[in-house]
T-cell receptor, first 112, second 115 residues
Framework: KNEVEQSPQNLTAQEGEFITINCSYS?????LHWLQQHPGGGIVSLFMLSSGKKKHGRLIATINIQEKHSSLHITASHPRDSAVYICAANIRSGGSNYKLTFGKGTLLTVNP | NAGVTQTPKFQVLKTGQSMTLQCAQD?????MYWYRQDPGMGLRLIYYSASEGTTDKGEVPNGYNVSRLNKREFSLRLESAAPSQTSVYFC??????????????FGSGTQLSVL
């Protein structure tokens, strides 16, 4: 079982809809990243969170450390938001060492 | 400021051939990484380098070698390519601080096919 689980795997929305992508993890972490990957494109870091909430434009990321859960929200979604969204958790791997473990990604398609 | 530059973008190899994927970053980061991305699976760490002169195995190191030539450059070598190494490869860098991964920067990826 992957230590980082994302849901849903695929998400189709109409332009303007509010989008939520979820990420849960099973062990203690020091931080969680949200990444965006456009089709055929590179990977861009959106957020790094260790607590609370961060906002950048129409994107909002939240994390609940106690519940081991993070969400990425997109307000007023647009076709250009269509991409794969990946969460990655910095998981303790022994002592003071951490390793970055990636979810499998959520493919978001926003239709005009 | 180019960020992370990765070459080549595409490569086709025959089984048994060797090749080196090049990666360079101009952000003075200490940490550099090589990942592979396969359909239906998350990014998986092949090797990483926490600082110049050090390298460590990740989750899937078999069949690969790496060199941290200097602070800027981190190359990945396939000595004898196998079809199982067909994948998209990403180089990344970060300024590791206080045991945390700070913001990650990725190269544009290399699509490798081994026939």
């Amino acid at each position: 079982k992957n230590e980082v689980e994302q849901s849903p795997q695929n998400l189709t929305a109409q332009e303007g809809e509010f989008i939520t992508i979820n990420c849960s993890y099973s062990v203690g972490i020091s931080a969680l990243h949200w990444l965006q990957q456009h089709p055929g494109g590179g990977i861009v870091s959106l957020f790094m969170l260790s607590s609370g909430k961060k906002k950048h434009g129409r994107l909002i990321a939240t994390i609940n450390i106690q519940e081991k859960h993070s969400s990425l929200h997109i307000t007023a979604s647009h076709p250009r938001d269509s991409a794969v969204y990946i969460c990655a958790a910095n998981i303790r791997s022994g002592g003071s060492n951490y390793k970055l473990t990636f979810g499998k990604g959520t493919l978001l398609t926003v239709n005009p | 400021n180019a960020g992370v530059t990765q070459t080549p973008k595409f490569q086709v190899l025959k089984t048994g051939q060797s090749m080196t994927l090049q990666c360079a970053q101009d952000m003075n980061h200490n940490s550099m990484y090589w990942y592979r991305q396969d359909p239906g699976m998350g990014l998986r760490l092949i090797y990483y380098s926490a600082s110049e002169g050090t390298t460590d195995k990740g989750e899937v190191p078999n069949g690969y070698n790496v060199s941290r030539l200097n602070k800027r450059e981190f190359s990945l070598r396939l000595e004898s390519a196998a079809p199982s190494q067909t994948s998209v490869y990403f180089c990344a860098s970060s300024e590791m601080a206080r045991g945390l991964n700070e913001k990650l920067f990725f190269g544009s990826g290399t699509q490798l096919s081994v026939l």
